[in-house]
Every structure is written in structure tokens, then in C-alpha cells.
């Protein structure tokens, strides 16, 4: 690996622990982040030249807080912090070379879980809590998360800007909240771990059906988190949904990238050692008395399927309870979406359908394109195949992902040959 390549990867993986750790010191998310930044434009300066040090985390830490002292005694701020950052070097000088790679780990633990609860902080638009999560603990650059997210660069960087600019004007102490501000403020944690891995699972817009590089980040975070919170079942329960439902990320593509639905794919191209880790973290959830959990319930019905060997051997009766289970958990028009495709799987189509015509009229699911596909899949399987096409015609219309869309026009015109429908994006976790 060339140096700038060794650098990088550095910044990926130490970049959270750097910007964690100097938050805590100069309790300032934006501040933490420029001398972050700068302790990286020094290490392309200095590493071509020297070599990557044997610990780069520690030598960008050390960088840093350098940095930091020289930009808090410029700018007359925070007298206070300056003193004690101040004492910290120099007690680390006296104390000889290995102190600086000790005081790298020091309350990492602590530090990234702050940063975590700092970045998504409530007072933060959910798209912005993405933005900066994506920014602080992946490692992303702001080009990648405008990519990522197909949305221009310059308003992922407004975003990032107007979110630090927030959470300073708004006093947020950097700090993990406690007791029941914790479980508060955990369930925004989570979503926007969810809304990240879900962004990657299937792409709402542009050409690709997937983006495994979101799924791989939110995967991250969501271990960071399992390990910063063993006790938290919740936490597990979201790492068992994301690791299973990586787990068909090879199987859910064809040749030309094409999608290929949950009920048609290669089983033996799932990945055995995700499924394995995905059950265990729903066991250790179950253990911790979440099985009744948001994310430990749709770990669960994802479970059925990495469980059955093959599409005819998937227990749809019990995925149909889970999912009603979990309607009454959440109340979401699309969750009964889902259970309507788990009862028309296990007691029929027209089971399935008297379940979407109950809440078709639901304005939550007025421009959510996969009611009509769903609707139209159902109509299809009971040979009502001029109305199935006029469905899934809508759908296509509705949805911003091209390829999806090719999928769906594509069923639509089967439907002139009477051909049978099979799967749905909605109903299988494709």
C-alpha cells in the first residue's frame, strides 16, 4: 500500500477516536474536527517523508492537541481549557514517549459514545444527524456522503455546517445522557443508523440497486454501538436486522446489476458468517429481554428467512405473526404493508389483499410506491392481471430507483402474458 493509501485508512479508522477524544478536551464538535483535520494535513506532509508511524492514531492525537493549544492561546478562548490541555502535554512529555500512545486509548469507550449521542443529538434534522454521523464516525468525506445519498455536494456541506453551528448555538454538552434521557435519545441513535444501512440496502434513487458502502458503515456503527453498550437490547436487535439482512447483499444482484428479489435468489450466495453473527445478536437481545424490541422484531421475521434453506421451506405463517406483532408495536401502515404479503404467503393472495385494501387509503402510503407494487403482485397471483399492470405501472412511476423501476415495468408487461409475479421488494426483504 503506497503511503497516501496507508493514510487513508488511518483516517477511516482513526478519525472517530481522534475527533471523540478532542471534543471531550475542547467540548466543541467543529473545533474538534478542524484540528482533526489538521493533524491529518500534517501527517500528508510529514508521513511520504518519515514512514507511518507504528501508532498513527497516537501521533495524529498528540499533533492535535498541539494544535489545539496553539488555536486556543491564538483566539483567547477558553482560558480554562487551554491550562488543562496545557497540564495534559506536559505531563505526558514527563512522563516519556510511551505516555503519548497510552493517552491515545485512554476513555475511548467514553469518548466515541459522546460523540455518538453529540452527533445525534434530537435538536438535529434527521438528515443532518445522518450527515454529520456519516462525517465524525465514518470517516466519509463530504463528497462521499453527497454521492452516497445522491444529493449535491454543497448541501451536505451546509448541512454539516448548519448541524455544528446548531449544536453549539443550542449548548449540547458533550456528554451521554443518563437514565431515561438515554433511552430517548438512544432511539435517535439508532434511526439514523438505520436510515443509513436502510439508504444502502436499497438505494431510494439513481441507478444502483444497492450501496454496500452504506450498508458497511452503518454496520460499523452499529458494532461500535453493541460494544459501547453491551446492556442495551435494542442495540442488538438492530445489529441482527443489518447483519442478516447483509448477509443477501451478493444474492441480490444479477449479472448487470439488475434486481433480483428475495424468492428467486441463490441461497448459497448468502453469507453464512454474517447469518451467524445476525443470530447471535438477536439471541443476546432475546437474553436481554428486547424480543418484543423495534429492530429485535424485524431481526426476528429476517431470521425466518436466513433460516429456511430454501424459498418453499420459509415459515410465512410465523412471519405473519411477527409482523403483526410488530404492527401493534408501531402502528405503521407499511409494516401492515409487509404483513399483508407474509399472510398472502401462508393463507393466500386474497388473504393478502383484503389487508393492502385496508389501508390503501392511508395518506402515509399516498406517493409510497410500494403499495401499488404490492397490490399489483397480489392482483397478478389471483389472475387479475389488466389491473395488476395498471398497479405496477404506478409503481414504476413513483419510485426514483431506475433500477427498480426496470423491474417493476418489466412484471407489468408479464402481466399481458398472464405470466405469474413472484416476491416483491416489500414483502421479503429482498
Known amino acids: 500500500m503506497s503511503v497516501h493509501g496507508a493514510i487513508d485508512a488511518v483516517w477511516r479508522i482513526e478519525s472517530p477516536r481522534l475527533i471523540a477524544g478532542l471534543a471531550r478536551m475542547v467540548r466543541d464538535v467543529g473545533l474538534a474536527e478542524e484540528l482533526a483535520q489538521d493533524a491529518l494535513v500534517t501527517a500528508l506532509e510529514k508521513w511520504p ?59 475511548v469507550g467514553d469518548d466515541l459514545l459522546r460523540l455518538v449521542f453529540v452527533a445525534c443529538h434530537p435538536v438535529l434534522s434527521s438528515e ?26 454543497p448541501t451536505i456541506a451546509q448541512r454539516i455546517v448548519r448541524a455544528k453551528r446548531t449544536l453549539a448555538e443550542a449548548g449540547v454538552p458533550f456528554e451521554a445522557p443518563r437514565g431515561r434521557e438515554l433511552q430517548q435519545r438512544l432511539a435517535s441513535v439508532l434511526e439514523v443508523v438505520y436510515l ?10 439513481g441507478d444502483a440497486w444497492q450501496r454496500p458502502e452504506l450498508c458497511a458503515d452503518a454496520l460499523r456503527l452499529g458494532r461500535i454501538l453493541a460494544q459501547l453498550m453491551p446492556g442495551e437490547p435494542e442495540v442488538h436487535g438492530l445489529v441482527a436486522l443489518m447483519e442478516i439482512q447483509a448477509s443477501r447483499s451478493n444474492a441480490r444482484l444479477g449479472p448487470d446489476g439488475e434486481a433480483v428479489l428475495l424468492m428467486e435468489q441463490d441461497r448459497l450466495r448468502w453469507d453464512r458468517l454474517l447469518i451467524a453473527r445476525g443470530l447471535a445478536a438477536l439471541a443476546r437481545a432475546e ?6 424490541g423495534f429492530y429485535a422484531l424485524q431481526a426476528a421475521i429476517a431470521a425466518c428467512h436466513a433460516r429456511a434453506t430454501t ?11 411477527l409482523y403483526a406483532v410488530l404492527a401493534r408495536v408501531t402502528g405503521s401502515p407499511v409494516v401492515e404493508l409487509n404483513r399483508a404479503v407474509a399472510v398472502s404467503m401462508a393463507e393466500g393472495p386474497a388473504a393478502g389483499l383484503a389487508i393492502v385494501d385496508a389501508v390503501a387509503d392511508d395518506p402515509a402510503l399516498a406517493r409510497y410506491h410500494l403499495l401499488p407494487a404490492v397490490r399489483g403482485d397480489l392482483l397478478a397471483k389471483l389472475g387479475r392481471h389488466p389491473e395488476a399492470r395498471r398497479e405496477l405501472e404506478r409503481a414504476a412511476s413513483l419510485t426514483r430507483n431506475e433500477r427498480e423501476r426496470a ?6 408487461a408479464a402481466c399481458d402474458e398472464a405470466a405469474p409475479i413472484l416476491g416483491n421488494r416489500s414483502g421479503g426483504h429482498p
Open 407 to 412: 423491474l417493476l415495468l418489466q412484471r407489468a
Open 196 to 205: 443509513v444501512f436502510n439508504e444502502g440496502y436499497s438505494a431510494t434513487a
Open 128 to 153: 443532518a444527524r445522518v450527515a454529520l454521523t456519516l462525517r465524525l464516525l465514518g470517516g466519509l468525506t463530504t463528497d462521499e456522503i453527497a454521492r452516497a445519498f445522491l444529493v449535491p455536494e
Open 287 to 292: 437474553e436481554l429481554g428486547g424480543a418484543a
Open 49 to 107: 517523508e518519515t514512514g507511518v508511524p507504528d501508532n498513527p492514531g497516537a501521533w495524529l492525537m498528540a499533533t492535535a492537541k498541539n494544535r489545539a493549544i496553539d488555536r486556543l492561546r491564538r483566539r483567547k478562548l477558553a482560558e480554562r481549557a487551554q491550562q488543562a490541555i496545557g497540564r495534559d502535554v506536559e505531563a505526558e512529555e514527563e512522563r516519556g514517549g510511551d505516555a503519548v500512545e497510552e493517552a491515545a486509548d485512554d476513555d
Open 311 to 321: 424459498a418453499s421451506a420459509t415459515d410465512w405463517g410465523r412471519i405473519a405473526a
